[in-house]
């Protein structure tokens, strides 16, 4: 196998604490070591990576590949492609694909389609009920036997509170995480975007912050009442964030994710009627947006996620209410997550470790981290390049972004999964 | 990056001068004037025995309907003929975008027959925005009612009411009553009469029927329709849909007419020679009682007809051919 040798890079692994510049050194798909050669190393590839940065690859806890079903929106290999040029080396698709995950042939089938085509790890969740319907329970354990890293209902609504509980109490059986995305089956259902003052003027269906706020204070008391480890997917206002910080303050078991697009947009960039700033969750405002940027910097948010959404271009090409929610974000994850250091949100390290460890620590996966002995996934960041996101120049087959001329500094030159070089910038 | 107030862009030419008429939001009052003082002239059009002017003759308009519409899209249509344009009527139940084809493709299949400018109306906020950002450099595109966002021609018939009525704005206490929630028309009225510099803008409704934050439109937000008409000029009534009932919105018709229903013993709490509008069409008994809707202080009729001259108004302006748009652009360049 190979052995590699990466020299003079500035490392960054917030997990193992190291910052600085080092040596890393890979062999048979692990980093051996970090720092001093081992005895007797001798590398087959050299990448030199003076005046760069080396980091774990990252970890994206949600990104719709659109296999299997939607295939016209995007593949495992197209998009598994995009990830890797963006430094990601693991992501995480939620079941509600078509067929939905909630048989083990369906998770096999994304396994073996990932296996075959894909550069990056492709995790599953499986579905939490059968058709993600929210009425009878999927079979979680064989689902868990296929390799499924938790159980998620994708944002669907499960009305029936005994539904839920049951749902909890099965999944906690077989130490499966639940993956919760927060909306309420009634409030703001017909919204589009955040209901205030911008929606108000521009004639907008709204979508309360209660929408998110309800649904979370029905699940955190039915996950206290069960015990289940849960982790909260996408939160978009302050309020939530106080929720899970006073939940996780009385001892439960819970986390949270936010999607980077929260963090830096606003109900605001709505005001143009332009689709591409149409999310599920909604953008919220400004006071939002800076209480996420707290959460993540104190630590209630562990994962910032791109909820990768990519698109046919059709599909955004209607007025804003005729369109569908989603941006094509794994090329941003890293940008953006860099963008709020610059901005001064949060440290390199803390943005770092909400890419890599964080998210890696709620799948329960190994990777994530520099530390000798585990995988190597990682990339090598030119953290001097700048550069301007022109949509045409994704590797994604989803064009659908709303930074389209946003200037970034950062761009991914190498990314290695299990010591394999996947992707270098040419 | 899009915001609020950069809507101008788009509706106005390089010269200050109106390209395609989307919101009354962010416009200058001059071109509000504007649209007023042609309007003006051209009421007098239909009241002569031929009521047709040759300004834009050889220009094909075409009535883009997505939802159903008697009156404004008859008066549009009449304000195209008096001006000698050429209209098509295409009413979407019964035309291709029933079988799936997208705005876009209807946008350019129409413009590829070389017409001129669209009046459009659809169920989506935003909507002629989308077509004003796609529209070929020659064709201009009139709002007609999009979603819950804006329906400007409605806004500027009801001040040239107001103004033909009462002459200044700035004195007035203008109060609009009823489903401000789901109203494109009060949005555009709220826009207007605050470019127009109108006294003061109410709002009357219960909270369900109030959309958040409606305060930063710049208005006074009433519950009570006594307390709200308390010193009104202008009293501004919205039809209420029956679906209001279905989504909890309202108890019952019943108990919306007692609470916000005009009467001529609630009309009495406005000032005596307060005028009464209302868009239309008119559900006698549930937000109007028919006394009033008939009654002398009743202008509704009258919106019907400077609804014609109103847009005519913004017809010509659109399409540069407005008797008196190019002296005043030059007059006041901005």
Known sequence: ?426 | MNFPGNWNTMQLDAQGRLRHFLTVEGLPRRILTDILDTADSFVVVGEQPVKKVPLLRGKTIVNLFFETSTRTRTTFELAAKRLSADVLNINVSTSATAKGESLLDTQKNLEAMHTDMFVVRHQHSGASHFMAQHAAPHVSIVNAGDGQHAHPTQAMLDMLTIRRHKGAFDSLCVAIVGDILHSRVARSQIHALNTLGAGEVRVIAPRTLLPVDIESLGTRVFTSLGQGLAGADVVIMLRLQKERMQSALLPSEHEYFQRYGLTEEKLALARPDALVMHPGPINRGVEIASSVADGPQSVILRQVSYGIAVRMAVMSMAMGRSPGARETAAKEPE
Not at chain 1, 309 to 320: I, V
Request: net charge negative; with cysteine; aromatic share 4%.
């Open chain 1, 1 to 426: 196998m190979n052995r590699i040798a990466i020299r003079n890079g500035h490392v960054v692994d917030p997990s193992s604490r190291v910052d600085g510049v080092r040596d890393l050194f890979i062999a048979s798909g692990r980093i051996v070591a970090v720092g001093e050669a081992p005895d007797g190393f001798t590398p087959e590839i050299e990448i030199e990576a003076a005046g760069r940065m080396v980091c774990p690859g990252l970890v994206d806890l949600s990104a719709r590949l659109r296999e299997p079903g939607h295939e016209q929106k995007a593949t495992i290999a197209s998009e598994t492609r995009a990830a890797v040029s963006g430094g990601v080396t693991t992501v995480c698709c939620p079941p509600d694909t078509s067929p939905v995950i909630d048989t083990p042939a369906v998770a096999e089938l994304v396994r073996h389609r990932a296996k075959q085509s894909g550069r990056a790890w492709v995790l599953t969740l499986g579905a939490l009920t059968q058709g993600l319907e929210g009425e009878q329970l999927a079979e979680m354990a064989a689902l868990k036997a296929e390799g499924c890293v938790g159980v998620s209902n994708a944002g669907r609504p499960i009305r029936n509170s005994e539904v839920l509980r049951r749902a909890l109490e099965y999944a906690a059986t077989y130490g499966l995480t639940v993956y919760l995305q927060t909306r309420d089956p009634w409030l703001g259902q017909s919204g589009f975007m955040h209901e205030g003052s911008v929606s108000t003027r521009l004639g907008l269906p709204g979508i309360p912050e209660t929408s998110e706020t309800v649904e979370l204070a029905r699940c955190l008391l039915l996950i206290e009442q069960t015990g289940v480890r849960a982790h909260f997917c996408r939160l978009s206002t302050a309020r939530s964030v106080e929720m899970v910080a006073d939940a996780r303050a009385r001892g439960l078991r819970v986390t949270a994710d936010v999607a980077d697009h929260q963090l830096h947009l606003t109900e605001m960039d709505v005001a143009g009627f332009d689709p591409m700033f149409h999310v599920i969750p909604p953008l919220r405002t400004l006071r939002d947006r800076d209480a996420l940027r707290a959460g993540v910097a104190e630590g209630v948010i562990t994962a910032i996620c791109s909820d990768h959404q990519p698109h046919e271009p059709e599909a955004k090409l209607a007025p804003f209410n005729g369109t569908l929610p989603g941006i094509s974000a794994l090329e941003t994850l890293l940008p953006l997550t860099l963008r709020l250091v610059d901005e001064g949100a949060f440290d390199l390290n803390t943005a770092l470790a909400r890419v890599t460890r964080g998210p890696a620590e709620i799948l329960g996966i190994e990777t994530g981290t520099l530390t000798p002995g585990t995988r190597a996934d990682l990339c090598v960041i030119d953290s001097g390049h700048a550069w301007r996101l022109d949509p045409g120049a994704l590797l994604s087959h989803g064009r659908n972004t709303p930074f389209r001329g946003w200037e970034f500094r950062g761009r991914v030159t190498h990314t290695l999964v299990q010591g394999r070089l996947v992707y270098e910038l040419r």
